[in-house]
């Protein structure tokens, strides 16, 4: 069964740059079995879609996310990256990453995807 755990500064500054990363046990990137996203939570409020790679690369993002955003996947270590540029101090947020069989655009639910990390917490603050 597919395993993941996300990593990453439990803090960061106003506009600066996250950086996320999704570890993965249990099955490889490269058979292609999965599509792995990102998801997050911002305290009481649902769940937003951030994006998705595709085990060859190819990458699916929300509009609101606008250009800010990258998703990036290291074969080799069984990884993938979430950067998010600019992050706003009014978006501290739980970010989580999913696995899915599917190409599952804009959908947060949780009971669509085969997997999903325990989460990290990211605080916004100076």
């Known amino acids: 069964q597919v395993q993941l755990q996300e990593s990453g500064p439990g803090l960061v500054k106003p506009w600066q740059t996250l950086s996320l990363t999704c570890t993965v046990s249990?099955?490889?990137?490269?058979?292609?079995?999965?599509?792995w996203g990102w998801i997050r939570q911002p305290p009481g409020k649902d769940l937003e879609w951030m994006g998705v790679?595709?085990?060859?690369?190819?990458?699916y993002y929300s509009p609101s996310l606008k250009s800010r955003r990258s998703i990036f996947r290291d074969l080799p270590t069984n990884q993938f990256t979430l950067q998010l540029l600019s992050v706003a101090p009014e978006h501290p947020a739980v970010y989580y990453c999913?696995?899915?069989?599917?190409?599952?655009?804009?959908?947060?639910?949780?009971?669509?995807?085969?997997?999903w990390g325990q989460g990290t917490q990211v605080l916004v603050s100076s």
């Open positions: 999913a696995a899915s069989k599917l190409l599952l655009l804009g959908a947060p639910e949780k009971t669509l995807y085969a997997s």
């Open positions: 249990g099955a490889s990137m490269s058979a292609g079995l999965y599509y």
């Open positions: 790679v595709s085990y060859s690369g190819s990458t």
